[in-house]
């Protein structure tokens, strides 16, 4: 009896683990759902909705939230966003991403003696994105003023009790913050204590960022009364904190701590209204930031993975993870040598790397083990062109920092972890008129430099340029360029409606999870809740977009419940693994349920993130 229920078992095991119990509920919505990184934050959104706003107007007010309540980010960081509107049946892309300041050059960074831009200070800043994209989504494609939509944000301004998580963050880099004298009148009210930095719960002031919200809302509120109309009135802020007092104060602060910001670097950046890139999987069409971005890999690897059968070989089948593992490799291998910001010359070869027949004879290269040397491929006979860096191309390979070799990983705590998933959040909102919005905003994060008296931190994304050509002869640092990002919110349709919307946290993590998350809902029939908790495998055959930069071939993260005989196989196909109790990512998501006119909302057991439906 024993050995036949055995087999019985057994032979409903897919079914038992695709009904797997989550350790949150999914989020049921008729009329919206908002979604982000803080519960404050979330309820933010909530706010905003049930006083009649839109889904955009919601996004921005958990966009304010989160930068407020420096949720890996602040209000000196960037905002990526993509925007379905119901109106034009469209997918927008929203790139308000700071670009490098006057000065920034390679030469520059390298007179320093520096191999990359820093990771922390003020040489590591580009100018703010975040403002100019709230302002321009809310005045583009939002209904509300911009004194309602921040609202929230400058409650929390004037005081909110801080979570454990950043008041520790706070805490543990505290010696840096103490370096920067703006930074520290405001993370570290207990100067010269034993513990310096707020506790869990304390309420938390930020009166120089309130007043420079006030500013914002009171230029609005003149324009208003001038005679302007609501969007005139929003882009009356956005030249007052990019072109006004606020930049000037911006600019004399960030130059007084030693960064190179000019009043012109602020004036002249503007947020672009672009065109995402998209491939189509299985048809369903997924729509990505550009190559600026790091979401074009989540792309190729889609491709790549078109010449797989994936369901017949069982969700987290070994050979499912080391074929997922190796697209990867391919489709990242490309992001670090190719992709850069479009605006400046070279230009990415785009069309080539996003190919269905270069993907093909990139499948091809797939073998049963796992290639430590894998590299990127040459796209341009794809585009009909020629390679003019075919030169770098053999030479990367050299160029390339490898971490501690033949070794896994040494937990949770490796310091190169802690560069390589540096995080962000994100934001997710829909409502019952159709506007869909994905946002990962970043930048800012503790310890950060703030500007002046102004409250607003500063972004650290200079760091993600390189100096070396022969890592990316695209994306070196120049005056009013932007870095090549890891950022990327996500947007699906369906017959030409939306299907997801995802998006996560976590660096050079966040295209890899939400591949995984996306084929779980695919390929395995799992729920919006069940797919962001489910457990993934994360690579670190990539180039680290952080720090110095280093890759570590053949080393996966697996969830610690992967079962002995998925272990044994992986090592022969040489991987280094190390194991972790969740392996998701804080992964938050919408998916629209067509049949019954409701929305899914998913928000993942990972993190600090949080959801709210009606």
Not at 7 to 28: R, W
Not at 56 to 69: E, H, I, R
Not at 217 to 244: C, P
Request: net charge negative.
């Amino acid at each position: 009896m024993l050995k036949k229920f055995t087999f019985i078992a057994l032979l409903f095991l897919p079914l038992l683990t695709f009904a797997q119990q989550t350790q949150k509920p999914v989020l049921h919505g008729k009329n919206w759902v908002a979604i982000t990184g803080k519960p404050l934050a979330a309820t933010a959104g909530s706010q905003i909705f049930q006083q009649g706003g839109n889904a955009v107007d919601a996004a921005c007010g958990m966009l304010a939230a989160t930068a407020t309540m420096w949720d890996v980010l602040s209000w000196g960081g960037e905002t990526q966003a993509l925007i379905y509107n119901p109106n034009t049946k469209k997918v927008i892309a929203i790139n308000a991403m700071g670009y490098a300041p006057t000065g920034a050059t390679v030469d520059f960074y390298k007179s320093q003696n520096m191999d990359y831009p820093p990771a922390f200070g003020p040489l590591a800043a580009t100018t703010p994105g975040t403002p100019g994209g709230l302002m321009t989504m809310l005045a583009e494609y939002g209904t509300m003023s911009l004194a309602q939509v921040l609202a929230p944000a400058m409650q929390l301004a004037k005081g909110y009790p801080i979570e454990e998580m950043t008041a520790n963050n706070i805490e543990k880099g505290k010696d840096q913050i103490k370096g920067w004298p703006y930074s520290k009148k405001v993370f570290l009210p207990h100067l010269g204590q034993e513990r310096e930095a707020p506790e869990a719960g304390e309420i938390f002031v930020q009166e120089d960022l309130y007043q420079t919200l006030s500013k914002l809302v009171e230029t609005e509120k003149a324009s208003l009364n001038a005679g302007k109309n609501r969007k005139e009135a929003i882009y009356a802020a956005y030249e007052r904190f990019y072109k006004g007092d606020i930049a000037k104060e911006i600019v004399r602060g960030t130059r007084e701590q030693g960064g190179l910001f000019t009043e012109a670097d602020l004036a002249n950046w503007k947020v672009k209204i672009e065109e995402p890139l998209s491939v189509n999987y299985k048809g369903i069409d997924v729509y990505k930031l550009q190559e600026w971005t790091q979401g074009p890999a989540l792309l190729q690897s889609l491709n790549i993975l078109e010449n797989f059968d994936l369901k017949s070989m069982g969700y987290n089948s070994a050979n499912y993870i080391h074929t997922i593992y190796q697209a990867m490799n391919l489709a990242f291998a490309d992001r670090d040598f190719y992709y850069s910001d479009p605006a400046f010359d070279p230009v990415s070869p785009i069309k080539g790397l996003l190919s269905k027949e270069y993907a093909k004879d990139r499948a091809k290269l797939i073998k049963d083990k796992n290639d430590p040397t894998m590299g990127p491929g040459d796209p341009y006979p794809y585009q009909g062109g020629t390679n003019p860096f075919k030169n770098l191309l053999e030479q990367n390979n050299k160029a390339v920092a490898i971490n501690n070799p033949g070794q896994p990983l040494s937990g949770l705590d490796d310091p190169f972890l802690e560069q390589f998933q540096r995080g962000t959040t994100s934001i997710e909102a829909a409502d019952a008129e159709g506007w869909v919005v994905s946002v990962t905003p970043s930048g800012g994060w503790i310890p950060a430099v703030i500007a002046g008296n102004t409250g607003v931190g500063l972004s650290q994304r200079m760091q993600s340029f390189v100096l070396d050509e022969k890592l990316n002869p695209y994306n070196l640092p120049e005056p009013g360029k932007r870095p090549r990002v890891t950022l990327t919110p996500s947007l699906a349709l369906k017959d030409g409606k939306p299907f997801l919307a995802f998006a996560v946290q976590g660096g050079d993590s966040q295209d890899q999870n939400l591949l995984q998350f996306f084929l779980n809902v695919v390929e395995f029939d799992m729920n919006v809740q069940q797919a962001a908790e489910a457990a993934n495998m994360n690579s670190y055959q990539m180039q680290s977009s952080f720090g110095a930069h280093e890759i570590k071939p053949g080393a996966m993260t697996l969830r610690e419940d992967t079962p002995n005989w998925i272990r044994a196989e992986l090592t022969k196909k040489g991987y280094l693994m190390d194991f972790w109790p969740r392996t998701s990512g804080p992964i938050n998501a919408i998916w629209f349920d067509w049949k019954h006119g409701s929305f899914w909302g998913g928000s993942s057991n990972y993190g600090e993130d949080y959801g709210i439906a009606w």
